[in-house]
């Protein structure tokens, strides 16, 4: 293609390294990254869109020139090896503003186990990677595991775990859908693997009397802080809420009507606080906390312990024995129950606990506690 040519094609912006094709009507950042040039698509026609993505887009080639510099030495990447990308997909991770730290985390572990399950992998040429291939691999990882057995377990686990494996393959697909997107690879083999359907996690909760059984024996278990982590047990199981959601209530979150918690988002960086309507019973836990503790100011949290599990773990061994217990997650499930066997619908439900998908999580979780709830009232029917 001629030098008059290229310029035709290509039109400059007034927005530094974007660039539009004029014959597509597509926007591309392009960007200087060890000594070459990156062309990458932002997928739009549109200027005021490919202005807002070619930033974070040259965040994440920039990322990856730093991570392939100190992997391998400046301008010596193989853009054919599954290295490559495996680096670029890390540089997505470490550039995505809307991962909390947590998920960061365990999405770059979860780089790690594919590596170390799979050690040929980034030596491969992604060109050759084939379907029939990553699902020999995916069927051998699911049945071996990563072979780790943790110091004085008890029990050793045979092969990997349904949720760890569906990460696995969740990032083996994130790094060749680069490959793809760059045009090195034809298709994505790993979309060939099967995702596991992880199993329907029976529900062993409690009764409202012996929750309060619970509670009481937690508060008088004698430890300093007993009565708080008695506290922190009614809170989670009143309002629904998550630890982290509930260690960073204050009393500032309670509306001036008192009829109104503000739960803080807390789930991801751009995850959103919610509004939940105080009922009977979490009023009347938030008036006796008052009342015993005295005035404290707005920034107070209510929550003065960070974690009950321990206390709560001794307090359901002696109600139900050793073969028993409940965790702070637990005490969530506990309150979409007996929301649902109030009456409340899984919609309104799946607001209180701040789902972002419509009601579907809450009925896979709770439907069937529905159906038993609405048999149960159909009994009750007479005429």
């Avoid at 853009?79 to 991770?93: M, N, P, R, S, W």
């Avoid at 809420?241 to 988002?265: C, F, M, N, V, Y």
């Avoid at 439900?349 to 149960?376: F, P």
């Amino acid at each position: 293609m001629s030098e008059k040519v290229k310029k035709v094609l290509w039109e400059r912006t007034r927005v530094t390294n974007l660039v539009r094709n004029s014959a597509s009507g597509n926007y591309y950042a392009r960007v200087k990254v060890n000594g070459k040039l990156k062309w990458r698509t932002l997928k739009t026609k549109v200027f005021t869109t490919a202005e807002l993505r070619v930033v974070d887009t040259q965040k994440v080639l920039r990322t990856q020139g730093r991570l392939l510099r100190g992997k391998g030495g400046e301008g010596t990447e193989d853009e054919t090896k599954v290295a490559h990308y495996i680096a670029c997909y890390e540089a997505q991770l470490e550039s995505n503003s809307r991962l909390a730290k947590s998920s960061l985390n365990r999405a770059k572990d979860t780089v790690k186990t594919l590596v170390k399950t799979w050690p040929e992998l980034p030596g491969k040429d992604v060109r050759k990677l084939t379907a029939a291939e990553c699902v020999a691999q995916s069927r051998r990882v699911l049945k071996d595991g990563t072979g780790f057995i943790a110091p004085n377990v008890k029990t050793v686990r045979v092969g990997m775990s349904v949720s760890n494996f569906n990460k696995w393959v969740d990032a083996l697909r994130g790094i060749l859908k680069i490959a793809v997107e760059t045009g090195m690879a034809e298709e994505n083999c790993a979309l060939a693997i099967s995702r596991m359907s992880p199993p329907q996690k029976v529900l062993n909760l409690p009764s409202v009397a012996e929750f309060d059984v619970i509670v009481q024996k937690m508060a008088t278990s004698g430890s300093k802080w007993s009565v708080d982590a008695g506290d922190l047990a009614r809170l989670l199981a009143y309002t629904g809420a998550r630890l982290r959601e509930a260690t960073k209530l204050r009393w500032s979150h309670l509306d001036q009507k008192e009829t109104i918690l503000t739960l803080p988002g807390t789930k991801t960086v751009k995850s959103v606080n919610r509004p939940l309507p105080l009922s009977p019973k979490l009023s009347e836990f938030l008036n006796e906390l008052r009342e015993r503790r005295g005035k404290e100011s707005a920034s107070a949290p209510i929550a003065r312990v960070g974690s009950c599990l321990e206390t709560l773990k001794r307090a359901c061994h002696k109600v139900r024995g050793k073969d028993w217990s409940m965790t702070h997650h637990d005490l969530r499930h506990f309150f979409a129950t007996r929301c649902i066997e109030s009456g409340v619908d899984i919609m309104t439900l799946s607001n209180w606990l701040g789902h972002a998908d419509g009601g579907k999580l809450a009925m896979q979780t709770y439907g069937h506690l529905r159906q038993e709830h609405s048999l149960a009232q159909a009994a009750k029917v007479v005429f």
